[in-house]
């Protein structure tokens, strides 16, 4: 299957997103849509993958940034079906190598996709990195 790649927000099928992010996600399930729809507004930049052949969303990638040196990839994911196709490798080579943040401190929080991320140039934080971590999710 032939997919495209796009970087363009209007093309982001926010439906698409939403479902994914609201059913599928461990990182995700607490977000109510207009929070999702607010990130979305927000973000600095945005990544889908479509099906060549229908145009149907099958992927995405967020990111948040200050523009000028450092930017936080957030919400990636492909859905079942067209994972093992390297769609994910595609989304993430547009987001951080082919974009304007390619020279960026990059960081991601993932429980899973350590080796993925690995490819790109992510590794375990120093000595100098800390997190700070959410309140409890109120539901």
Avoid at 34 to 57: H, I, K
């Amino acid at each position: 299957m032939e997919y495209e790649i796009d970087d363009s927000p209007a093309r982001i099928q926010r439906e698409v997103v939403w479902r994914w992010l609201s059913s599928e996600a461990y990182w995700g399930r607490w977000r109510e849509r207009s929070v999702l729809e607010a990130q979305l507004d927000a973000a600095w930049r945005v990544v889908g993958a479509y099906r060549a052949d229908t145009g149907e969303q099958v992927g995405f990638a967020r990111a948040a940034s200050d523009g000028a040196s450092f930017a936080y990839l957030a919400d990636v994911f492909v859905v079942a079906e067209h994972q093992g196709a390297g769609v994910a490798h595609r989304i993430l080579r547009r987001m951080i190598d082919e974009g304007p943040g390619h020279d960026f401190r990059w960081t991601l929080f993932t429980r899973d996709a350590h080796s993925l991320y690995a490819e790109f140039g992510f590794e375990t934080p120093d000595e100098t990195a800390m997190v700070r971590r959410a309140a409890p999710a109120k539901r």
